[in-house]
């Protein structure tokens, strides 16, 4: 049965900041680190953290389960295609890491079968987005309104609220992948997923851990490889309120 949680902002390393890379953001994937590999944070457990490889030193060692020397990865994409099988009937088969998620699941009935196929992997997999033209325009409406209200409040106000709004209805009602193959979405949920895509969740492979904390942070912060090694700092350190 997939694990069900609930989860509270985690306020530990809120207090660090990677490079210029703002602490929110970082708190934002450690929630993600969480969820993921299903365990919590110790109050002032992140304290002393200085560098990403203590960082992933210390997640390794909250990783609780049996060890098993298999890819995660791999289990995560059959996990995905008996999804895309039962939705969608057609033969496993035809299922190929390569295979274009486009080509595979047509159609304006898309969410329809994207919200099946969540429902049967047990999470949301999160496929889907508006075209990038329009929250790209939505946002923009939105900064500009924003420094609108310091000069014509009652005109940008409404603007504003307006942009908010679409911003929430496009992420909504987005019907374009964010990924282009299955094997795109199987690396995705096997990192946001980690235990919940195993085939027993109360194992995992130790030689994965660090990779997978590397692969959220390099894809939520749009990070270059290089600037995730061991000895990557969180630099000046900040009091941020836990209120």
Same mark, same amino acid.
């Given at each position: !049965?997939p !694990?069900?949680?609930?989860?509270? *902002? !985690?306020?530990?390393?809120?207090?660090?900041?990677?490079?210029?890379?703002? @602490?929110?953001?970082?708190?934002?994937?450690?929630? %993600?680190?969480?969820?993921?590999?299903?365990?919590?944070?110790?109050?002032?457990?992140?304290?002393?953290?200085?560098?990403?490889?203590?960082?992933?030193?210390?997640?390794?060692?909250?990783?609780?389960?049996e060890?098993?020397?298999d890819?995660?990865?791999?289990?995560a994409?059959? %996990?995905?295609? +008996? *999804? /895309?099988?039962?939705? $969608?009937?057609?033969? %496993?088969?035809?299922?190929?890491?390569?295979?274009? /998620?486009?080509?595979?699941?047509?159609?304006?009935?898309?969410?329809? =079968?994207?919200?099946?196929?969540?429902? +049967?992997? &047990?999470?949301?997999?999160?496929?889907?987005?508006?075209?990038h033209?329009?929250t790209?325009s $939505?946002?923009?409406? $939105?900064?500009?309104?924003?420094?609108?209200?310091f000069?014509?409040?009652?005109? *940008?106000?409404?603007?504003?609220? !307006?942009?908010?709004? &679409?911003?929430?209805?496009?992420d909504?009602?987005?019907?374009?992948?964010?990924? =282009?193959?299955?094997?795109?979405? *199987?690396?995705?949920?096997?990192?946001?997923?980690?235990?919940?895509?195993?085939?027993? +969740?109360?194992?995992?492979? @130790? +030689?994965?851990?660090?990779?997978?904390?590397?692969?959220?942070?390099?894809?939520?912060?749009?990070?270059?490889?290089?600037?995730?090694?061991?000895e990557?700092?969180?630099?000046? @350190?900040?009091?941020?309120?836990?209120?």
């Open positions: !049965m !694990m069900k949680h609930t989860y509270k *902002a !985690m306020t530990d390393l809120e207090t660090y900041e990677l490079s210029d890379i703002d @602490p929110e953001d970082i708190s934002d994937i450690l929630l %993600k680190v969480e969820k993921s590999f299903d365990f919590k944070f110790g109050k002032n457990e992140l304290r002393d953290v200085k560098s990403f490889g203590e960082l992933c030193d210390i997640i390794r060692t909250k990783v609780q389960g060890n098993i020397n890819c995660t990865t791999q289990q994409f059959y %996990k995905l295609r +008996n *999804a /895309l099988v039962e939705t $969608l009937s057609i033969d %496993k088969d035809s299922i190929k890491s390569e295979t274009s /998620l486009q080509e595979l699941i047509t159609g304006e009935s898309r969410r329809q =079968k994207i919200s099946a196929i969540d429902k +049967n992997v &047990g999470f949301k997999t999160r496929t889907l987005r508006a075209k033209w329009l790209g $939505l946002l923009l409406t $939105l900064i500009v309104s924003f420094l609108g209200l000069l014509l409040w009652k005109i *940008a106000l409404p603007v504003f609220a !307006m942009s908010i709004i &679409g911003l929430k209805l496009s909504k009602f987005g019907n374009e992948f964010d990924f =282009k193959t299955v094997g795109e979405l *199987a690396e995705k949920i096997s990192r946001e997923h980690y235990k919940e895509v195993r085939r027993n +969740n109360q194992t995992f492979n @130790p +030689n994965e851990i660090t990779a997978k904390v590397r692969e959220l942070f390099k894809h939520d912060l749009d990070l270059k490889e290089s600037a995730l090694t061991r990557a700092t969180f630099d000046k @350190p900040k009091l941020i309120s836990n209120a």
